[in-house]
Every structure is written in structure tokens, then in C-alpha cells.
């Protein structure tokens, strides 16, 4: 459900993904939901080389472009932790932050035990690549929202309210089918002793400046991490 909006569409911006509350965002590329859907369906994850990139564009794609795009202008409009985050997303800070993330001991170890475990890290070992991968750019808008059909919403509820299910489980099925980069990526992070890792890590000290400081500016970081575990166990 998003908020109804009247008007044109001004103005670029970037948006599609989630913070806390609905921060800035997944998407980037173009098509259905940043991709078309066909290429969705016919392009395969294990013909890209391992490219999972490619992979969480697709699995965007399974939500209309129209959709996701009404979606982001809407939580624009009205929410603004969500539009905290849009506007902190690229900046000077943002690229700052990153860089804390991406020479944490943390992270490297974390890619360290995806690459251990048979997965192709080549397009997520840099934490603005991995953002610039999932955010979709699209007009922020200037039009007029009834923002009373937003209240008690948060952009990653909605995000994953308007996903179907049964497309996102039947691109996963495929991709365990054939053992695929994605597959591997998957399986890996889902596993108990991966996540035990991943929420040890989330509380080392050398993250909690940086977190703190997404969080700040609408980026919940474990909001994030939650809602893609979610997405991989449809």
C-alpha cells in the first residue's frame, strides 16, 4: 500500500531500497523494477559469471517498475526517515561511512567465509558498489500524497508487501537447481554458523561508529540484513 499522489514527477533522485523505517535504497538499473522482468525470468544467474549483482536486480525486478517507483516518490513525500536517507545516500558522509565498513576486519572476514565457502565475491567486496547495485534512480516527485495511507507503514514493509513470493521462491529454486554463484551466496549466509558470524560482527567496535551513523541518517543496517534473510527464505 503507498500513499495516492497526484502530479508530475520532478526533479532526479535515487531511491529504492530501505532504511530504518524505510531509508534509501535497493535498486539501480532499469526496466521492471530496475530490470524487465523478462529479464528476470530468461536470463539465468549462472550465465553472468557469478555477477550477483545482477541477481539482486532481478530479484527486484519480480515488482513492477511502476509499482516501486509509486512506492519511493510516496515514502518521499511522507516519510522522512525515508527521505533522511535518500538525501544522505551519495554524499560526501555517505562515501565516508563506507569506507569505515569496507576496512573493518569484520567485513574483509565475512568475505573471507563467503569465498571459503565457494562464492564469487568479485561484485560485493565494495560496500558503495553494493548500494550503487541495488539503488534505483527515479524522479523524487512534487506531487501531492494523501500521506494518512502511509502512517504505520515503513518502506522495507511495503517493499516486501508489493515483492510476490512466488516468483522470488521459484528464481531461488532455479538458482539451487543449478548450484548457481547466487545459490552458493545464499545458502552461505542463511547457514546458523554464517549468521552467528554476521551478528558478532554487528557489535564489534569498529562498527558501531559507522553504524551509529547510518542509523542516524535513516539507514538501519540490521533492518536491511533482516528483510534480505526474509526475501531468502520465501
Avoid at 567486496?125 to 506531487?143: A, H, T
Wanted: aromatic residues 6%.
Amino acid at each position: 500500500m503507498s500513499a495516492s499522489c497526484t502530479g508530475e514527477g520532478g526533479g532526479n533522485g535515487e531511491g529504492g531500497g530501505s532504511g530504518e523505517g524505510g531509508g534509501n535504497g535497493e535498486g539501480g538499473g532499469s526496466g521492471e523494477g530496475g530490470g524487465s522482468e523478462d529479464d528476470c525470468n530468461d536470463e539465468s544467474d549462472d550465465n553472468r559469471d557469478g555477477d550477483l549483482c545482477k541477481d539482486f536486480q532481478s530479484l527486484r525486478a519480480t515488482i513492477k517498475r511502476g509499482k516501486l517507483v509509486e512506492l519511493i516518490q510516496s515514502h518521499y513525500q511522507c516519510d522522512s526517515k525515508f527521505r533522511k536517507a535518500m538525501n544522505f545516500y551519495n554524499t560526501t558522509r555517505f562515501h565516508e561511512v563506507a569506507e569505515m565498513l569496507q576496512n573493518s576486519t569484520a567485513f574483509k572476514t565475512l568475505l573471507i567465509s563467503l569465498r571459503n565457502a565457494g562464492v564469487n565475491t568479485t561484485h560485493i567486496q565494495n560496500v558503495v558498489d553494493i548500494f550503487s547495485c541495488i539503488v534505483l534512480p527515479v524522479p523524487k516527485g512534487d506531487s501531492d500524497c494523501d500521506c494518512k495511507e502511509l502512517r504505520g507503514h515503513t518502506f522495507i514493509g511495503d517493499v516486501l508487501a508489493a515483492m510476490p513470493r512466488s516468483k522470488v521462491h521459484a528464481y531461488s529454486v532455479k538458482a539451487q537447481s543449478r548450484n548457481s554463484n547466487f545459490a552458493r551466496f545464499a545458502r552461505t549466509i542463511s547457514s546458523q554458523k554464517f549468521q552467528m558470524q554476521l551478528q558478532q560482527s554487528l557489535v564489534r567496535k569498529e562498527l558501531v561508529r559507522p553504524l551509529k551513523t547510518l542509523r542516524r541518517y535513516g539507514w538501519d543496517i540490521p533492518d536491511l540484513l533482516d528483510a534480505a534473510m526474509s526475501i531468502l527464505r520465501w
